[in-house]
């Protein structure tokens, strides 16, 4: 092989290394942010959240509807025997009742309701924030994806553009036929490979599009630059991390309910006063006389005072099983920080150490190859190497900017993507 192919394979093989690496000029693809903004917008299962708070807050108002007032009659010795036959002395009462109810039934109806109302809201924060992190992650796949192919697309043109030369120089006799074929078949290989890819690509953008109810995906790449992903917050109080989980604030807001059910039991235990105030037509004198009347339930039988104890009993289960998830909370907090730890130094390792030391031995070897040292195949091997690492700190930088929004997830702290602004794409 001749001194100016081999210049000409170092100069393609370092160009195609160094423009993979290097800043991605802003190609107006989708950014995070305008991918949250559409999910909060138009995601179905959002919607129908709101529709249920809307739900949860007419029966609040309902609770506090006071007990509807009777009217009744009595129409008395009708239709008798004696001096009692027809309706001469028929008594004919109207009566207006109303019940009062005692015991605070009322202010805990709607204490109860507003329990309903806090637990939905927690549903539909945890709901918007599970939204957050999966749009998140299926942002980070379509970038990974994206990144993927663009390495795959660097190979192929590579081989494009180096079976073109190998053409030339066998034509020229300077060149085996043999290693054309071999760059024959990296190359067809390469092209099946951005195939693939490209597939992958659309699967992704499709699954991203779908959180906000799209079909049809109106992107076709991501724009981001993933440096300034801010890191969560991590306190060592368990307190102030369980602060804004939205799973544990379900749980207050059950524990919250089931105090509100438990009083409400204990209320309808309570007895009502019930009054009647009406008018008693005599037709035999035809006379009228106010009627006035009251009655009370007598608590012989039934105080609700099982209702009492069975609310007892379900109070203290869900304080156990809020406990128990607080702990579980706490255990994926950790796992989440060490999983991010992790990911993030090997992201380093490979950035400041690994990679660069590769690029030094690429080098080596193509300037080895050139004084006949190495041949076309260890360029070969070490530039696919290269390429071996890079497709890692892509994997690498997806775990730890998943672990980070998962970890922001836990502790109820979702960024809103302004973070991510337009720019690099790709370390």
Known sequence: MNNHWCKGLYVALAAAFTVGLAPASADGGLT??????????????????????????????????????????????????????????????????????????????????????SLVDWDRQTQRQDLNLMTKEAFLAVWAAQSRLDLAVEQRELFRGLLEDLQRSVSAGATSAVELNRTRGRFATAKLVCRSRQQHLDSACRRLAALWNSTEPDFSRVSGDFDSFEPAPVSDDPAVLLADNPELGQWRARVALQKANRELSRAEGAIDLKLGLGVKHFAEFGDQALVLGAGLPLPVFDRNKDEVRAAEYELEQVRLEAEAVAVSLLTEIAVAVQEDHSARDEVRTLREEIIPEATEAFEATVTGHERGVFTITDVFDTRHFLYELREAHIDAMVRHFTATARLRRLIGTPASGAAVTEGRNTP
């Open 32 to 117: 995070l942010d305008d991918a949250l903004a559409r999910v909060m917008e138009n995601n179905l299962q959002l919607m129908a959240s709101h529709s249920a708070r809307l739900a949860s807050g007419a029966r609040e108002d309902q609770a506090g509807r006071r007990p509807n007032p009777e009217l009744g009659f009595d129409w008395e010795n009708l239709a008798g025997g004696g001096e009692f036959s027809g309706l001469g002395s028929s008594e004919l009462t109207l009566m207006l009742s109303q019940t009062f109810e005692l015991g605070g039934k009322r202010g805990r109806r709607r204490d109860q309701a507003a329990g309903v109302s």
